[in-house]
């Protein structure tokens, strides 16, 4: 039998007093029984922790679709050390030596960005590994999060991608691109090659600045003076859409083509 891995190490540098306290608090292992909160180990002789209406380290009661067993942990593997080198100052050592919860990891690290360095950044790479030699299950990717957002990168669907790519230049077919849509007004771009160029030519300026760098004038055949906003949103890949509600609806609508590169959950 093989045994299977995913591990990774990195850390949250020069950290402050009140960061670290912050963290501390924050990675208890805490029970819920109405408005009370209880920290591990400290429930009353009184109360049953098995009937705790919910229980978790603290920092994750608002993460969507989080189901702990009592006495849960972080997910991961933790220490708050002193680096002997000066790189890294007082920071909190994240890893794992056998697997571990990028997700749980993730929403903690963005509420640490937004309490306290909401304009900066941090990432991670992890390896997916095989105590066995077995053909493909090993892999990868990494994770890069902001205050405002998390973005994951997987060896497997990178591989997807280029062979999608591949048959789709065999079959001579364009590159598939979805335009996300709200209120006539383009909110997102998809496209199975992230790297095309997408324009868009918008005549419907009111309540625009007219003094905007992307406001052009023009004037048409007739002589008339016309103005429009000229942009050039981000392109993001397809896989992207994966698990989405534009997902569902592009099925749901059986929309082969536009769908053809979106994996599934």
Not at 157 to 181: D, T
Request: charged residues 25%.
């Amino acid at each position: 039998m093989a045994n299977h891995y995913l591990q990774f190490s990195e850390v949250l540098p020069h950290l402050t007093g009140d960061e670290e306290r912050w963290l501390r608090q924050q990675l208890e292992v805490v029970s819920l029984f109405g408005d009370q909160e209880y920290v591990k180990d400290s429930v009353p002789a009184g109360l049953d922790p098995a009937e705790a209406a919910w229980t978790g380290c603290r920092a994750y009661q608002d993460l969507d679709g989080y189901e702990p067993d009592f006495g849960e942990e972080a997910g991961f593997s933790y220490r708050f050390s002193d680096d002997p080198h000066g790189e890294w100052g007082r920071h909190l050592w994240l890893y794992t030596d056998e697997s571990g919860d990028l997700e749980r990891l993730a929403h903690l690290v963005q509420k640490f960005l937004r309490a306290f360095r909401p304009h900066q950044c941090w990432s991670l790479t992890y390896a997916t590994t095989c105590s066995k030699p077995r053909v493909g299950e090993f892999g990868g990717g990494a994770l890069f999060v902001t205050a405002d957002n998390i973005r994951w990168h997987n060896a497997d669907e990178f591989i997807q991608q280029e062979r999608a790519a591949v048959a789709g230049a065999k079959m001579g077919s364009a590159p598939q691109i979805v335009l996300n849509m709200a209120g006539g007004l383009i909110q997102d771009v998809y496209s199975s090659d992230p790297a095309i160029t997408v324009t868009v030519v918008d005549w419907d300026i009111d309540g625009c600045d007219p003094t905007d760098d992307r406001i052009v004038r023009i004037t048409d055949r007739q002589g008339r003076t016309q103005f429009a906003a000229v942009t050039s949103p981000h392109v993001c890949s397809l896989s992207e859409l994966a698990g989405s509600d534009t997902a569902a609806a592009l099925q749901a609508a059986s929309a082969e083509t536009a769908v053809r590169e979106i994996p599934h959950d």
